[in-house]
């Protein structure tokens, strides 16, 4: 079964920085490429960052520069290093694989003075 949990999302003021993590159990990690998503308060589910099995990345365009991607095969974990951050970041963030219909509990960042 899989299972998915999201965590390191805190009250952080902006300009500040967080490290978010991912751990998935119930599948062969390493062969999965990993997306971070998150919720903004009145929008939709946005896609944020990608790395593949291969540790190929992307971004969304907006979020370059800002965030950082990577994975730890070894520990089943994907994280999400924010930097500079703004208070329009403030939302759920969640990490999930392609195809996969389950999603976690997601992780809480505020970014406010």
């Known amino acids: 079964q899989v299972q998915i949990v999201e965590s390191g999302g805190a009250v952080v003021q902006p300009g500040g920085s967080l490290r978010l993590s991912c751990t998935i159990s119930?599948?062969?990690?390493?062969?999965?490429?990993m997306n971070w998503y998150r919720q903004t308060p009145g929008k939709q589910r946005e896609w944020v960052a990608f790395?593949?099995?291969?540790?190929?990345?992307n971004y969304e365009n907006s979020l370059k520069g800002r965030f950082i991607i990577s994975r730890d095969n070894a520990r089943n974990t994907v994280y999400l290093q924010m930097n500079n951050l703004e208070p329009e970041d403030t939302g759920v963030y969640y990490c999930?694989?392609?195809?996969?219909?389950?999603w976690g509990q997601g992780t809480q960042v505020t970014v406010s003075f």
């Open positions: 790395i593949s099995s291969g540790f190929s990345i």
């Open positions: 119930g599948i062969q990690f390493h062969m999965y490429g």
């Open positions: 999930n694989f392609p195809a996969n219909p389950t």
